[in-house]
């Protein structure tokens, strides 16, 4: 299995909402990514997990928070977000963060804050 | 923050024609890679190539890295309309943590 999933794929929310995205991957991957796609931009890094532990914040606000339950599971749990955080959130994994290797990207989350 | 630039922006061909795609980055890098993104879905690896390689190959894709101009290119030959998508450089800089640092991206358009 080669595949990274994300859920939900749509998602729409208001201010105030709480919500989760997910993400799973059973390739046995132990480096797991969160990036932030806006329209025609590149993705950009968010947070990077290496061994169930945080290991990379790129200084993202707080409102965004991630958890890694397992090595097959990352969270990025939304509180309180702003509508400039409407973008495509993407998830990727690899085999680990310590070598030269390719990530695997699931197919993302669009997020619609109204 | 954007590693580099990658250009053009976009570009259009007829199918059967080649694409070359080019990116320049400011650091040194361990490594770069090429990613692939149909319409607002997720990105496809496409190749890794070192710094310390030149030139690598894969099917109907080349790529070129020139560590000394900081710059790669992608040539895609014999395109084909499924080879419609965006493109984008990405830059590793080692040390760690395979973090990657994407490039602007090029708007492929392989009309049939």
């Known amino acids: 299995d080669t595949e990274v999933t994300q859920t939900p794929k749509h998602l729409v929310m208001g201010m105030t909402n709480k919500k989760s995205l997910k993400c799973e991957q059973h390739?046995?991957?132990?480096?797991m990514y969160w990036y932030k796609q806006k329209a025609k931009k590149p993705p950009e890094l968010m947070f990077v997990?290496?061994?169930?532990?945080?290991?990379i914040n790129e200084s993202v606000p707080s409102r965004f928070s991630p958890e890694c339950p397992n090595s097959s599971l990352l969270n990025l749990h939304l509180h309180a977000l702003q509508p400039e955080d409407s973008a495509l959130y993407l998830c990727?994994?690899?085999?680990?963060?310590?070598?030269?290797?390719?990530?695997?990207f699931g197919p993302g989350t669009r997020l619609t804050v109204l | 923050s954007q590693q580099g630039e990658e250009d053009p922006q976009a570009l259009s061909i007829q199918e059967g024609e080649n694409a070359t795609m080019n990116c320049s980055y400011k650091?040194?890098?361990?490594?770069l890679q090429w990613y692939r993104q149909n319409s607002g879905r997720g990105l496809v690896h496409l190749i890794l190539?070192?710094?310390?390689?030149r030139e690598k190959h894969s099917g109907r894709l080349r790529v070129t890295l020139d560590t000394s101009k900081k710059s790669s290119s992608l040539l895609i030959t014999a395109s084909r309309a499924a080879d419609t998508a965006s493109y984008f450089c990405?830059?590793?800089?080692?040390?760690?943590?395979?973090?990657?640092?994407f490039g602007a991206g090029t708007r492929l358009a392989v009309h049939p």
């Open positions: 990727a994994s690899s085999q680990d963060e310590g070598r030269a290797n390719e990530q695997f």
């Open positions: 390739m046995g991957h132990r480096a």
């Open positions: 997990y290496s061994y169930e532990k945080l290991s």
């Open positions: 650091t040194s890098i361990n490594n």
């Open positions: 190539i070192r710094s310390n390689e």
């Open positions: 990405a830059t590793d800089r080692g040390g760690g943590y395979n973090k990657l640092i």
